[in-house]
């Protein structure tokens, strides 16, 4: 079992930037695949950015490319997303997520294990 903790979620204004943070425990996160997904109201839970463990490569959601980094520190066991330049429709629970699979996924559903998310607010 893997437990994830996020934190770092705020109100801020439209192009401002924050950092999110995941905490894992329970297994070293070295061999996940790791994510973020968000969820607006009234929305479904889309993709934001992941990580490919097995062959380092981070890819992201069209609407955030350019603006948002994921990072990982397998020795501290834990994944964070910068988010800069954020606007409005950033706003959202923003949730980490790992899969043991190595292969790519964008799929909320394919991934084993959820944080609780954070919330994050972005104003005009």
């Known amino acids: 079992q893997v437990q994830l903790v996020e934190s770092g979620g705020g109100l801020v204004q439209a192009g401002a930037s924050l950092r999110l943070s995941c905490a894992a425990s329970g297994r070293p996160i070295s061999n996940y695949n790791m994510g973020w997904f968000r969820q607006a109201p009234g929305k479904e839970r889309e993709f934001v950015a992941g990580?490919?463990?097995?062959?380092?490569?981070?890819y992201y959601a069209d609407s955030v490319k350019g603006r948002f980094i994921l990072s990982r520190d397998n020795a501290k066991n834990t994944v964070s997303l910068q988010m800069n330049s954020l606007k409005p429709e950033d706003t959202a629970v923003y949730y980490c997520a790992a899969r043991s699979s190595p292969w790519e996924s964008r799929i909320w559903d394919e991934y084993d294990y959820w944080g609780q998310g954070t919330q994050v607010t972005v104003s005009s």
């Open positions: 990580n490919r463990w097995s062959v380092g490569v981070t």
